[in-house]
């Protein structure tokens, strides 16, 4: 098991910038696939992006790809979630998570969760 952290949430004005950060320790986090999940009040916990080990290869839902980017600092065991062009829709609770072997899009797959952090727009 790895153990995560998140940090960096806020509240932000639309059109504005945050970036999370979560924090692993625990099992080898060079070999983990990470990703960040979101999940509004009544509704279901959905996907948002996801980085390989080697931050090669890299995932985005529709609704945040070309304003959200994952990057990852394998020496520090961060992932990183730049959040450029904010909008009302993005608030939600944001999770990391992480797995090993495969990039995957499910939060099922996903066997390791941080506790979350606010993420909030205004317009």
């Known amino acids: 098991q790895v153990q995560l952290v998140e940090s960096g949430g806020g509240l932000v004005q639309a059109g504005g910038s945050l970036r999370l950060s979560c924090a692993a320790s625990g099992r080898t986090f060079s070999t983990t696939v990470m990703g960040w999940f979101r999940q509004a009040p009544g509704k279901e916990r959905e996907f948002v992006a996801a980085?390989?080990?080697?931050?090669?290869?890299?995932l985005y839902s529709d609704s945040v790809k070309g304003r959200f980017t994952i990057s990852r600092d394998n020496a520090k065991k961060t992932v990183y979630l730049q959040m450029n062009s904010l909008k009302p829709e993005d608030t939600a609770v944001y999770y990391c998570a992480a797995k090993l072997f495969t990039i995957s899009t499910m939060p099922t797959d996903f066997g390791s969760w941080g506790q979350g952090t606010q993420v909030t727009v205004s317009s």
């Open positions: 980085s390989s080990w080697s931050g090669g290869s890299t």
